[in-house]
């Protein structure tokens, strides 16, 4: 092993830094002079580097490949310890479900409940949103062979979504429940109170005309009223939300920002006005 002497370590540690700056201009000058051989002397080292880098990627490659099986193995049991909690859940519903199923049915023998007879429906899309008179309705396309009357109540796979108004040959109007015009007598069915819903033009109705002693709770649910027989009892419209000042506004269970298609219902109820 060959010992350099201070003073001429000391000496090249000074000149490295000048000759490395010298040979990087001078294969600057060198590419701007010759491109040709600049641009074969970068391939064929990148050529000589390539089989190192491959070599080098394949461990880095299996590395990510454990470290994504590892996270895809956690979530997966985290995923599957919440499917467990879930499923109990469901079945307690469902045993729930079953139990209150067969009590309503022993009470419907014994009071002698005739059955309701299922309403027909037609499916329409939605071509447009809005025009006419109302700011939040949208146009149907119903086709000449879908009698659609008047009244009509329209609802999406969620709840409820508004009611027919206006009826032509191929088309039909749905005025929203968010609509300014809208009012839907409604029941909350934790107090069994009666109220009303008023469309205010945004994405949340509001909650009026309760009595005394019943206000909603909360994430309360929200069924239509039978009053006026206007419409059927027991449709599906939201849950309650307080806002920041403590006014009582319904979040809809159906998705008025995007609605496709929708079932008019005809209940053929006589408090339709014409």
């Known amino acids: ?6 003073p001429l370590h000391q000496a090249l540690a000074r000149l490295s830094l000048p000759a490395l700056i010298a040979a990087g201009f001078g294969l600057m000058l060198l590419g701007k002079a010759d491109a040709l ?19 080098l990627r394949q461990p880095v490659l299996a590395l990510q490949g454990a470290l994504g099986e590892a996270a895809g193995l956690l979530s997966l049991r985290t995923e599957n310890a919440r499917l467990r909690e879930e499923n109990e859940r469901l079945r307690h519903w469902q045993d729930a479900a079953a139990s209150l199923a067969a009590e309503n049915a022993l009470l419907r023998r014994q009071l002698g409940v005739l059955p309701e007879a299922a309403p027909g429906f037609v499916t329409a899309r939605v071509v447009a949103d809005g025009g006419g ?25 969620r709840g409820l979504a508004g009611r027919v108004t206006e009826v032509g040959s191929r088309s039909a109007r749905v005025v929203l429940l968010t609509d300014l015009n809208s009012r839907i007598p409604v029941l909350l069915e934790g107090s069994r109170a009666r109220a009303m819903l008023v469309g205010t033009n945004t994405a949340r109705p509001r909650l009026q005309y309760w009595p005394s002693g019943s206000e909603p709770q909360e994430g309360e649910r929200v069924v239509t009223s039978a009053e006026a027989n206007a419409f059927p009892a027991g449709l599906p419209v939201g849950l309650v939300r307080r806002t920041a000042s403590g006014a009582a506004e319904v979040e809809l269970f159906a998705r008025l920002d995007r609605l496709d298609l ?8 006589p408090g339709i006005l014409p």
Do not use: H, N
């Not at 929708?262 to 109820?269: C, V």
């Open 37 to 55: 051989l600049a641009e074969r002397a970068r391939m064929a080292l990148a050529d000589a580097l390539a089989p190192a880098w491959g070599a």
């Open 133 to 157: 008179a109302y700011a939040r309705a949208v146009l149907l396309s119903t086709g000449p062979g879908q009698p659609v009357r008047k009244g009509a109540v329209a609802m999406d796979a």
């Open 1 to 6: 092993m060959i010992r350099l002497s201070v």
């Open 262 to 269: 929708l079932r008019l219902f005809d209940y053929r109820l």
